[in-house]
């Protein structure tokens, strides 16, 4: 490994200890029109998600009818107690000529895994707080993809425009320093680290609400980071989610590509600004496994209390599209998947 990189590495798994928070790869399951929060039932929902998780993720996962840690034969995370189901939009180039391709995704700093994304459960930085692990049944949703106003990005959800595929010099701290809200406006030499971190209080009582987003909110005062106590509507402290997607936009760097409007970016919903930035999460892990990993204060990607698979058994669980699109890895496409006919 390069130096600078293995230093970055270095740092993380350093910061990673330090707050008491698991920092795992799982690659890519699948590309697919499907979102069972959204959409549920519906094969060919309104744009692409890129998935990562267990494998009996499909358009309906009702609550009592699908357990994913049943229901699945594998999982894509390297943890194999972890059937959850993690997802966001795909990211698309649009060149000059109006045609459009996927933007891929790489493995993150230090993890050896394929495309997908890096998924943390962070206990937080009070070590004597008790953190309630998510029971079956629970899902949750952040961001809108409907916004297009930057001042409605919820906070956690930012873009890091790389210098370098080894990610230095370090930017700091998730949606600081240079961290924007939309898609960076320059060409970016080792591509985007897009996080996507969700509430981290509950009330205690619904695994689901009918916007996805009420039964859970943000701390009623301070943030996370600074210990801050949950709300009496939301008393529950649980753990904070976060995705990083490194997205390699490094072969889209040549300005001379770009279309005249200038930003030649889209999320798969036909977001142009980026502001749309949103995530999807449906917990799946097997037993109490979460719970001993909280209660362990596990961190990293090893943890006693914990099963960990080999990164190629992760790397080899992947799941067949259901909605059997072009998604635009080796060919240019005239429209994004599902947007067909709209003007973007």
């Known amino acids: 490994m390069h130096y600078k990189a293995f230093a970055t590495a270095l740092a993380a798994a350093q910061l990673t200890a330090a707050q008491e928070l698991m920092r795992f790869g799982c690659s890519q ?3 697919d029109r499907i979102d069972p929060l959204v959409n549920p039932g519906v094969i060919g929902s309104p744009h692409i998600h890129q998935i990562i998780g267990g494998n009996s993720f499909n358009a309906s996962m009702t609550p009592g009818v699908l357990d994913p840690p049943t229901k699945s034969t594998c999982t894509s995370c390297t943890y194999s107690e972890d059937f959850s189901n993690y997802w966001t939009a795909s990211a698309y180039f649009k060149a000059k000529n109006g045609t459009f391709k996927r933007v891929p995704q ?13 998924v943390y459960y962070i206990r937080g930085y009070q070590s004597q707080a008790k953190v309630t692990a998510f029971k079956p049944g629970f899902r ?3 961001g809108d993809p409907a916004n297009r106003d930057a001042k409605k990005v919820p906070r ?14 370090f930017g700091g701290a998730p949606c600081t320093g240079k961290d924007v809200p939309g898609f960076p406006t320059a060409p ?17 009582k619904n695994t689901d609400s009918p916007s996805h987003k009420d039964h859970v909110t943000y701390p009623a005062s301070g943030s996370f980071e600074s210990g801050g106590a949950c709300p009496s509507t939301h008393p529950v402290k649980i753990p904070q989610v976060m995705y990083e997607v490194m997205f390699d936009t490094r072969q889209f760097n040549n300005k001379a590509d770009w279309p005249a409007t200038g ?13 749309g ?35 190629a058994q992760a790397i080899a669980c992947t ?4 909605s059997k699109d072009n998604i635009g890895d080796d060919t240019w496409l005239t429209s994004m998947p599902g947007m067909e006919g709209m003007a973007v």
């Open 263 to 275: 930003q030649p970016f889209y999320w798969s919903h036909g977001d142009n600004t980026g502001y």
């Open 156 to 169: 956690g959800l930012c873009f890091r425009c790389e210098a370098n595929m080894q990610q230095t010099p």
């Open 188 to 204: 970016c030499g080792g591509g985007w680290r897009v996080t996507v971190t969700f509430p981290s209080c509950w009330d205690g």
């Open 106 to 118: 790489v493995a993150n700093i230090g993890l050896n895994v394929k495309g997908g994304v890096t």
């Open 140 to 142: 949750m949703l952040v």
């Open 29 to 31: 399951l699948t590309i």
């Open 319 to 322: 799941k067949s599209q259901m």
């Open 277 to 311: 930035i949103h995530g999807d999460y449906l917990f799946g892990w097997k037993g109490d496994a979460l719970q001993k990993a909280m209660d362990g204060k596990c961190s990293g990607d090893r943890c006693a209390p914990l099963q960990r698979q080999t990164d």
